[in-house]
């Protein structure tokens, strides 16, 4: 019982596709651009993406097609454990939900 999504952590550029869900972005080893699949006909389709790696280097999210998210062409990621999750309303993405970073103290935020 309950909800089941799936979950990838990915350590280099990479587009999204449909069965993706939740995408942890590990930049330790240089900055990395997850891209979004076109929002055009995939109204409602979630996606929650996160940084997880304590580098400097940031992961992107970027879209496809001059698509934006909540008015821009990509949004960035550069804190540990920061996220956001996005969701398409058929022609362009909205953040519905941001993850908040640790403040660098462990088990505080």
Same mark, same amino acid.
């Given at each position: 019982?309950?909800?089941?999504?799936?979950?990838?952590?990915?350590?280099?550029?990479?587009?999204?596709?449909?069965?993706?869900?939740?995408?942890? @972005?590990?930049?330790?080893? %240089?900055?990395?651009?997850?891209?979004?699949?076109?929002?055009? %006909?995939?109204? @409602?389709?979630?996606?929650?993406?996160?940084?997880?790696?304590?580098?400097?280097?940031?992961?992107?999210?970027?879209?496809?097609?001059?698509?934006?998210?909540? %008015?821009?062409?990509?949004?960035?990621?550069?804190?540990?454990?920061?996220?956001?999750?996005?969701?398409?309303?058929?022609?362009?993405?909205?953040?519905?939900?941001?993850?908040?970073?640790?403040? %660098?103290?462990? @088990?505080?935020?």
């Amino acid at each position: 019982s309950g909800v089941y999504a799936t979950i990838a952590t990915k350590t280099a550029n990479y587009t999204l596709t449909t069965t993706d869900f939740t995408v942890l @972005g590990n930049a330790a080893g %240089g900055a990395i651009t997850l891209t979004l699949p076109t929002a055009v %006909g995939a109204s @409602g389709q979630i996606y929650t993406i996160k940084k997880t790696d304590s580098s400097a280097n940031v992961v992107t999210i970027a879209t496809t097609s001059a698509q934006t998210i909540d %008015g821009q062409s990509s949004y960035s990621l550069s804190l540990q454990y920061a996220g956001v999750q996005v969701q398409s309303t058929n022609s362009n993405w909205v953040i519905i939900n941001m993850i908040p970073a640790r403040n %660098g103290t462990a @088990g505080t935020f």
